[in-house]
Protein backbone atom coordinates (compact mmCIF):
# COMPACT_ATOMS: atom_id res chain seq x y z
CA UNK A 1 0.00 0.00 0.00
CA UNK A 2 1.15 3.85 1.12
CA UNK A 3 4.06 5.02 2.55
CA UNK A 4 2.68 5.99 6.45
CA UNK A 5 3.34 9.37 5.56
CA UNK A 6 1.49 11.24 8.53
CA UNK A 7 2.10 9.02 11.09
CA UNK A 8 4.13 10.51 14.13
CA UNK A 9 4.81 9.94 18.04
CA UNK A 10 7.00 6.32 16.97
CA UNK A 11 3.81 4.32 15.49
CA UNK A 12 3.13 4.39 12.07
CA UNK A 13 -0.30 6.08 10.78
CA UNK A 14 -3.28 3.40 10.65
CA UNK A 15 -3.88 1.22 7.53
CA UNK A 16 -7.37 1.39 5.89
CA UNK A 17 -7.91 -2.10 7.64
CA UNK A 18 -7.47 -0.87 10.72
CA UNK A 19 -9.53 2.19 9.96
CA UNK A 20 -12.14 -0.60 8.56
CA UNK A 21 -11.83 -2.71 11.68
CA UNK A 22 -12.39 0.16 13.75
CA UNK A 23 -15.41 0.93 12.16
CA UNK A 24 -16.39 -2.95 12.52
CA UNK A 25 -15.88 -2.65 16.54
CA UNK A 26 -17.21 0.42 17.20
CA UNK A 27 -19.31 1.42 14.68
CA UNK A 28 -22.82 0.96 16.64
CA UNK A 29 -21.10 2.70 19.58
CA UNK A 30 -20.63 5.46 17.39
CA UNK A 31 -23.58 5.71 16.05
CA UNK A 32 -25.16 6.09 20.00
CA UNK A 33 -23.33 8.82 20.44
CA UNK A 34 -22.58 10.52 16.97
CA UNK A 35 -26.21 9.84 15.59
CA UNK A 36 -27.17 7.30 12.97
CA UNK A 37 -28.54 9.19 10.32
CA UNK A 38 -24.86 9.44 8.92
CA UNK A 39 -21.19 9.03 10.43
CA UNK A 40 -20.29 12.73 10.06
CA UNK A 41 -20.14 16.14 11.72
CA UNK A 42 -23.87 17.46 12.60
CA UNK A 43 -24.69 21.12 11.97
CA UNK A 44 -25.53 22.80 15.02
CA UNK A 45 -24.42 26.60 13.85
CA UNK A 46 -26.33 27.70 11.91
CA UNK A 47 -29.11 26.26 13.74
CA UNK A 48 -31.90 28.35 12.40
CA UNK A 49 -35.25 28.07 14.19
CA UNK A 50 -35.72 25.76 17.44
CA UNK A 51 -35.16 22.26 16.57
CA UNK A 52 -38.01 19.84 16.58
CA UNK A 53 -36.48 17.03 18.41
CA UNK A 54 -36.90 16.11 22.03
CA UNK A 55 -33.69 14.41 22.51
CA UNK A 56 -30.17 14.49 22.38
CA UNK A 57 -29.93 11.38 19.86
CA UNK A 58 -32.68 13.32 17.79
CA UNK A 59 -30.81 16.60 17.70
CA UNK A 60 -27.69 14.91 16.62
CA UNK A 61 -29.70 12.43 13.61
CA UNK A 62 -31.08 15.90 12.73
CA UNK A 63 -27.83 17.79 12.70
CA UNK A 64 -26.69 15.51 10.54
CA UNK A 65 -29.26 15.69 7.81
CA UNK A 66 -28.52 19.49 7.42
CA UNK A 67 -25.06 19.05 7.23
CA UNK A 68 -25.57 16.73 4.46
CA UNK A 69 -28.29 18.68 2.66
CA UNK A 70 -26.06 21.42 3.50
CA UNK A 71 -23.07 19.60 1.32
CA UNK A 72 -25.31 18.50 -1.53
CA UNK A 73 -26.45 22.33 -2.59
CA UNK A 74 -22.53 23.34 -2.30
CA UNK A 75 -21.97 21.04 -5.15
CA UNK A 76 -25.07 19.84 -6.82
CA UNK A 77 -24.41 17.23 -9.01
CA UNK A 78 -26.59 17.34 -12.15
CA UNK A 79 -29.69 14.50 -12.72
CA UNK A 80 -28.16 11.65 -14.33
CA UNK A 81 -24.48 12.45 -13.36
CA UNK A 82 -21.79 10.12 -11.87
CA UNK A 83 -20.49 10.56 -8.78
CA UNK A 84 -17.88 8.37 -6.48
CA UNK A 85 -18.68 8.65 -2.42
CA UNK A 86 -15.33 8.27 -0.53
CA UNK A 87 -15.71 6.79 2.86
CA UNK A 88 -19.78 6.57 2.20
CA UNK A 89 -19.77 4.98 5.64
CA UNK A 90 -23.41 3.81 6.37
CA UNK A 91 -24.69 5.23 2.86
CA UNK A 92 -26.96 7.60 4.54
CA UNK A 93 -25.59 10.53 2.27
CA UNK A 94 -25.24 9.05 -0.47
CA UNK A 95 -28.39 7.54 -0.94
CA UNK A 96 -29.63 11.24 0.22
CA UNK A 97 -27.79 12.99 -2.19
CA UNK A 98 -29.22 10.63 -5.07
CA UNK A 99 -32.25 11.30 -3.98
CA UNK A 100 -32.20 14.99 -3.73
CA UNK A 101 -30.24 15.19 -6.87
CA UNK A 102 -31.16 12.68 -9.36
CA UNK A 103 -27.73 11.67 -9.53
CA UNK A 104 -25.86 8.07 -9.66
CA UNK A 105 -23.47 7.38 -7.21
CA UNK A 106 -20.97 4.29 -6.36
CA UNK A 107 -19.96 4.92 -2.47
CA UNK A 108 -16.97 3.09 -1.23
CA UNK A 109 -15.61 2.14 2.21
CA UNK A 110 -13.07 -0.09 3.94
CA UNK A 111 -15.56 -0.95 6.79
CA UNK A 112 -16.99 -4.60 5.86
CA UNK A 113 -20.30 -4.18 8.80
CA UNK A 114 -20.81 -0.25 7.17
CA UNK A 115 -20.89 -2.00 3.39
CA UNK A 116 -23.53 -4.91 5.03
CA UNK A 117 -25.35 -1.17 6.32
CA UNK A 118 -25.51 0.41 3.19
CA UNK A 119 -26.82 -3.06 1.41
CA UNK A 120 -29.81 -2.92 3.73
CA UNK A 121 -30.45 0.96 3.72
CA UNK A 122 -30.15 1.09 -0.16
CA UNK A 123 -32.60 -1.74 -0.61
CA UNK A 124 -35.10 -0.32 0.92
CA UNK A 125 -34.55 3.53 -0.35
CA UNK A 126 -36.80 4.75 -3.21
CA UNK A 127 -33.09 6.43 -5.09
CA UNK A 128 -31.95 2.77 -3.92
CA UNK A 129 -31.31 1.46 -7.59
CA UNK A 130 -29.03 4.68 -8.54
CA UNK A 131 -26.79 4.03 -5.72
CA UNK A 132 -24.33 1.31 -5.21
CA UNK A 133 -21.96 0.62 -2.67
CA UNK A 134 -18.62 -2.04 -2.61
CA UNK A 135 -15.48 -2.19 -0.58
CA UNK A 136 -12.77 0.18 -1.75
CA UNK A 137 -9.29 2.56 -0.68
CA UNK A 138 -9.46 5.67 -1.54
CA UNK A 139 -5.69 5.58 -1.41
CA UNK A 140 -5.51 2.92 -4.54
CA UNK A 141 -9.07 3.62 -5.94
CA UNK A 142 -10.39 0.43 -8.57
CA UNK A 143 -12.23 2.81 -10.95
CA UNK A 144 -10.48 4.18 -14.61
CA UNK A 145 -9.29 7.94 -14.95
CA UNK A 146 -11.80 10.59 -15.78
CA UNK A 147 -14.92 8.15 -15.05
CA UNK A 148 -16.91 10.26 -12.58
CA UNK A 149 -18.77 13.85 -13.12
CA UNK A 150 -17.92 14.66 -9.44
CA UNK A 151 -16.85 13.48 -6.34
CA UNK A 152 -17.35 14.05 -2.27
CA UNK A 153 -15.48 12.75 0.41
CA UNK A 154 -17.12 13.66 4.20
CA UNK A 155 -15.02 13.28 6.95
CA UNK A 156 -13.10 10.33 5.51
CA UNK A 157 -9.52 12.09 4.33
CA UNK A 158 -8.73 12.71 8.07
CA UNK A 159 -8.25 8.82 8.10
CA UNK A 160 -5.95 8.80 5.16
CA UNK A 161 -2.31 7.78 5.96
CA UNK A 162 -1.03 9.68 2.85
CA UNK A 163 -3.41 12.48 2.21
CA UNK A 164 -1.49 13.71 -1.53
CA UNK A 165 -2.28 10.00 -2.77
CA UNK A 166 -5.67 9.89 -1.96
CA UNK A 167 -6.05 13.57 -3.32
CA UNK A 168 -4.26 11.94 -6.65
CA UNK A 169 -6.26 9.39 -6.93
CA UNK A 170 -9.63 11.90 -6.61
CA UNK A 171 -8.35 14.11 -9.64
CA UNK A 172 -7.77 10.92 -11.49
CA UNK A 173 -10.89 9.65 -11.10
CA UNK A 174 -12.69 12.59 -12.03
CA UNK A 175 -13.55 14.28 -15.67
CA UNK A 176 -11.59 17.52 -16.54
CA UNK A 177 -13.85 20.20 -14.77
CA UNK A 178 -15.53 17.66 -12.42
CA UNK A 179 -16.15 19.21 -8.72
CA UNK A 180 -14.34 17.14 -5.72
CA UNK A 181 -16.28 17.93 -2.37
CA UNK A 182 -14.21 17.42 0.86
CA UNK A 183 -14.29 18.51 4.25
CA UNK A 184 -10.86 17.61 6.42
CA UNK A 185 -10.58 18.32 10.13
CA UNK A 186 -6.89 20.51 10.82
CA UNK A 187 -5.51 21.07 14.27
CA UNK A 188 -4.57 24.39 15.56
CA UNK A 189 -2.36 25.62 18.43
CA UNK A 190 -0.40 23.54 20.16
CA UNK A 191 -2.06 20.51 21.94
CA UNK A 192 -0.46 17.79 24.08
CA UNK A 193 0.84 14.46 23.53
CA UNK A 194 -2.29 13.22 24.88
CA UNK A 195 -4.86 15.42 23.68
CA UNK A 196 -3.45 14.87 19.89
CA UNK A 197 -2.96 10.60 21.08
CA UNK A 198 -6.87 10.34 22.13
CA UNK A 199 -7.86 12.02 19.11
CA UNK A 200 -6.05 9.87 16.73
CA UNK A 201 -6.88 6.64 18.76
CA UNK A 202 -10.79 7.50 19.01
CA UNK A 203 -10.78 8.37 15.51
CA UNK A 204 -8.20 5.96 14.32
CA UNK A 205 -6.33 8.31 12.25
CA UNK A 206 -2.70 9.72 11.51
CA UNK A 207 -2.08 13.04 13.37
CA UNK A 208 -4.00 15.65 12.26
CA UNK A 209 -1.78 18.36 10.00
CA UNK A 210 -2.36 22.27 9.94
CA UNK A 211 -5.57 24.09 7.43
CA UNK A 212 -1.78 25.62 5.63
CA UNK A 213 -0.46 22.08 5.48
CA UNK A 214 -4.01 20.68 3.60
CA UNK A 215 -3.94 24.02 1.51
CA UNK A 216 -0.05 22.89 0.23
CA UNK A 217 -1.03 19.12 -0.83
CA UNK A 218 -4.26 20.62 -2.64
CA UNK A 219 -2.20 22.97 -4.77
CA UNK A 220 0.41 20.33 -5.36
CA UNK A 221 -2.82 17.94 -6.65
CA UNK A 222 -3.49 20.41 -9.55
CA UNK A 223 -6.77 21.11 -8.14
CA UNK A 224 -8.28 24.54 -8.45
CA UNK A 225 -9.97 25.68 -5.63
CA UNK A 226 -13.89 26.77 -5.72
CA UNK A 227 -14.68 27.46 -2.06
CA UNK A 228 -13.45 27.10 1.03
CA UNK A 229 -15.49 27.52 4.29
CA UNK A 230 -14.69 27.43 7.87
CA UNK A 231 -17.36 25.24 10.25
CA UNK A 232 -15.14 24.65 12.90
CA UNK A 233 -17.85 25.71 15.78
CA UNK A 234 -19.87 22.51 14.38
CA UNK A 235 -17.09 20.33 14.96
CA UNK A 236 -16.35 21.32 18.12
CA UNK A 237 -20.68 21.02 19.40
CA UNK A 238 -20.48 17.54 17.68
CA UNK A 239 -17.74 16.69 19.66
CA UNK A 240 -19.41 18.04 22.88
CA UNK A 241 -22.64 15.90 21.97
CA UNK A 242 -20.79 12.93 22.05
CA UNK A 243 -19.02 13.32 25.25
CA UNK A 244 -22.54 13.85 26.30
CA UNK A 245 -24.45 11.17 25.30
CA UNK A 246 -21.36 8.84 25.83
CA UNK A 247 -21.25 10.30 29.53
CA UNK A 248 -25.46 9.21 29.63
CA UNK A 249 -25.59 6.24 27.64
CA UNK A 250 -22.27 4.62 29.52
CA UNK A 251 -24.40 2.03 31.01
CA UNK A 252 -26.23 0.95 27.95
CA UNK A 253 -23.04 1.08 26.36
CA UNK A 254 -21.46 -1.38 28.99
CA UNK A 255 -24.45 -3.90 28.82
CA UNK A 256 -24.45 -3.59 24.85
CA UNK A 257 -20.98 -3.56 23.99
CA UNK A 258 -18.93 -4.95 27.19
CA UNK A 259 -16.60 -3.68 29.76
CA UNK A 260 -13.83 -3.60 27.46
CA UNK A 261 -14.92 -1.32 24.77
CA UNK A 262 -15.50 1.14 28.37
CA UNK A 263 -12.12 0.30 29.19
CA UNK A 264 -10.85 1.84 25.92
CA UNK A 265 -13.14 4.54 25.58
CA UNK A 266 -13.09 6.15 29.32
CA UNK A 267 -9.79 7.36 29.50
CA UNK A 268 -9.95 9.38 26.18
CA UNK A 269 -12.82 10.90 26.39
CA UNK A 270 -11.42 13.85 28.81
CA UNK A 271 -8.34 14.56 26.36
CA UNK A 272 -10.15 14.07 23.24
CA UNK A 273 -13.12 16.70 24.72
CA UNK A 274 -9.75 19.71 25.82
CA UNK A 275 -8.62 18.33 21.94
CA UNK A 276 -11.84 19.03 20.31
CA UNK A 277 -12.55 22.17 22.24
CA UNK A 278 -9.24 23.74 21.98
CA UNK A 279 -6.93 22.25 19.01
CA UNK A 280 -9.67 21.23 16.44
CA UNK A 281 -10.42 22.99 13.28
CA UNK A 282 -13.09 21.65 10.34
CA UNK A 283 -13.26 22.77 6.91
CA UNK A 284 -15.45 22.45 3.91
CA UNK A 285 -13.13 22.62 0.41
CA UNK A 286 -14.95 22.41 -2.90
CA UNK A 287 -11.99 21.48 -5.51
CA UNK A 288 -12.53 21.41 -9.52
CA UNK A 289 -10.29 19.72 -11.39
CA UNK A 290 -8.83 21.80 -14.06
CA UNK A 291 -10.08 21.40 -17.80
CA UNK A 292 -6.70 22.13 -19.20
C1 LIG B 1 -16.39 9.49 9.65
S1 LIG B 1 -16.88 8.26 8.49
C2 LIG B 1 -17.82 9.25 7.34
C3 LIG B 1 -18.79 8.41 6.56
C4 LIG B 1 -19.67 9.13 5.55
N1 LIG B 1 -18.88 9.90 4.61
C5 LIG B 1 -20.69 10.00 6.21
O1 LIG B 1 -20.61 11.20 6.01
O2 LIG B 1 -21.57 9.48 6.88
C6 LIG B 1 -15.38 7.93 7.59
C7 LIG B 1 -15.55 6.96 6.45
O3 LIG B 1 -14.34 6.92 5.70
C8 LIG B 1 -14.08 5.58 5.37
N2 LIG B 1 -12.65 5.42 5.09
C9 LIG B 1 -11.61 5.62 5.90
N3 LIG B 1 -10.45 5.35 5.28
C10 LIG B 1 -10.77 4.98 4.01
C11 LIG B 1 -10.04 4.59 2.88
N4 LIG B 1 -8.70 4.47 2.90
N5 LIG B 1 -10.71 4.29 1.74
C12 LIG B 1 -12.06 4.36 1.69
N6 LIG B 1 -12.82 4.74 2.74
C13 LIG B 1 -12.18 5.03 3.89
C14 LIG B 1 -14.56 4.79 6.56
O4 LIG B 1 -14.73 3.43 6.24
C15 LIG B 1 -15.87 5.53 6.85
O5 LIG B 1 -16.87 5.02 6.02
Redesign the pocket.
Known amino acids: MTAHTRGKRGTPAPT?DE??AM?DQYGELLAMTLGSS???IGMYVPHGGPAPVTTLVGLADLA?DRQ?DFLIDAFAPAPGSRVL??????G??ALRLAERTGCRVTG????QS?LAHCQERRGAHPAGERVEFAY????ELSHPDASFDAAW????VP??ADRPL?LREALRVLKPGGLFLLTEFTSRGTPSEEESAAYETL?TCPPLTTFTALLGDIEETGFDVVRIQEMTANAVLCSELMCTLYQDRRDEIADRFGKEALAHTDPLMGPFRSFSRNHLAYHLVVLRRPTA
Open positions: PVGYAVHQTDIGCGTGPITVSQGNAMSIDCHLGW
